[in-house]
């Protein structure tokens, strides 16, 4: 039987392998055995709990205040190890993380095909997403089947030169985890949550932990919040922060004492999604979170300069704003404020998937490996 081995390490790649380890699990053509490199530790570990995920191998290689060259490092000198035992069929990665191209790079190294989950993502700036957007290519340079969630990041693959029959558009495994978590109902753990919700006060949630936008351009956002919170009593905002403590500096010494500020360690994914639905606006730099909001129907300001993700730009929902402090307060205040431009940003819209990414990840997977036949592609919701 052949082996297939997913690999990953953080938070979003977990949660949108999670999908694809369950649906391998339960196929009998393939054995999968899971590796992760606990690049992230709590915020992996949490995501994998919850969906019963028990990792075969954890090369648990993160340290605080890590460098990328580090996670790399011990990325590929721990995973050549669990490669030569293992000796998997096929590896699959997802994203553009750390961790991705590090396996990516591993698995290639050892002739082994790389099978890449949300491919063809493109901001066209490598210098934002940093480093993400020249993970992606790389990544993209030596993968065996490419799975763009797409039409976009198919033609992008295409305009790069990737042949045809490599490239199979699955919709993104974000919206499987999303729907099951919807689905689910997870009640808040955290009391102040549930008293939030019940008290109909108006949420936005805000989420933030960008390389790029860490130091002056994170103390902004933070001062941003403070004069929010001040000018909309009425409104709550919940940050529940990163991990990373470079965030946290950079922006919770703005947040202290203000009553209507909330802030919280990171979210089990059911409570994450379940205050998502809750909310009135979201802010966030996170490019997952950006994909699961329009399903929502949020309106989602994301405080970049560009985006990978231009499908819910297009359909109106997400808003590019950057992390200028005046151009923050400003357009959170207008969506709190002005009715009609509140309506035009949400409309619920899924150009990302419709919930059957994984089942087409699988049988992408057993095409490549000559066990099957590839489901038709996503084509829009
Ligand atoms: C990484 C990914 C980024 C992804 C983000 C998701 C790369 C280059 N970047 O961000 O693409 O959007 O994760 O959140 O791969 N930490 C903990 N516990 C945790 C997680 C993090 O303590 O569970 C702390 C550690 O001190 C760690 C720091 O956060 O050193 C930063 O983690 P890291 O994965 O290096 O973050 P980014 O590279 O910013
Ligand atoms: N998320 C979560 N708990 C939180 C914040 C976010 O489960 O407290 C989820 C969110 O729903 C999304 C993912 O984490 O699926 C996004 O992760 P992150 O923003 O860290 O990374 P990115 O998507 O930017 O790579």
Do not use: W
């Not at 919040?225 to 922060?241: E, H, I, K, T």
């Not at 500096?249 to 909330?262: F, K, Q, S, W, Y």
């Amino acid at each position: 039987m052949p082996i297939v081995m997913p690999i990953y390490g953080t938070r979003p790649e977990a949660i949108k392998v999670a999908p694809i380890v369950k649906a391998l699990q339960a196929d009998d053509r393939f054995d999968c055995v899971v590796t992760v490199t606990g690049q992230h530790r709590e915020m992996l570990d949490q995501v994998n709990e919850l969906f019963g995920i028990v990792p075969d191998h954890d090369l648990n290689i993160i340290q605080p205040r890590q460098t990328l060259n580090g996670v790399f490092a011990r990325t590929l000198a721990g995973l050549d190890a669990v490669l030569e035992e293992v000796g998997p069929d096929a590896v699959l990665v997802q994203g553009d993380t750390t961790t991705s191209t590090a396996a990516a790079v591993a698995a290639f190294n050892r002739q082994i095909p790389v099978v890449h989950a949300e491919a063809g993502l493109r901001s066209f700036d490598i210098m934002s997403p940093f480093p993400e957007e020249a993970n992606r290519k790389i990544t993209s340079q030596i993968a065996a089947l490419h799975l763009p969630p797409t039409s976009v990041s198919r033609d992008n693959l295409l305009r790069e030169a990737v042949a045809e029959e490599d490239v199979y558009v699955t919709g993104n495994t974000v919206i499987d985890a999303l729907l099951e978590a919807v689905r689910a109902q997870v009640p808040f753990e955290d009391e102040r949550l549930a008293a939030l919700e019940s008290s109909g006060r108006r949420i936005v949630l805000i989420t933030t932990h960008r390389r790029e936008n860490q130091g002056d351009a994170m103390r902004g956002v933070g001062r941003a919040l403070a004069r929010l919170a001040a000018r909309f009593p009425d409104v709550s905002f919940v940050l529940p922060a990163h991990r990373n403590p470079v965030v946290r500096e950079a922006i919770l010494p703005h947040l202290e004492g203000l009553e209507n500020v909330l802030v919280t360690e990171p979210l089990a994914y059911g409570e994450f999604t379940h205050l998502l639905s809750a909310a009135t606006v979201v802010l966030t730099d996170s490019g997952g979170v950006q994909e699961e909001a329009p399903s929502l129907g949020k309106p989602v300001l994301v405080m970049r300069e560009n985006t990978e993700r231009p499908e819910a730009v297009s359909a109106g929902t997400v808003r590019l704003i950057g992390t200028d402090e005046e151009l923050v307060v400003s357009e959170v205040s207008r969506l709190l404020e002005d009715p009609q431009a509140y309506t035009a940003m949400s409309t619920a819209v899924n150009p990302y998937g419709d919930g059957r990414a994984a089942e087409r990840t699988v049988s992408g997977i057993a095409q490549l490996l000559g066990v099957g036949e590839r489901l038709p592609a996503f084509d829009g919701a």
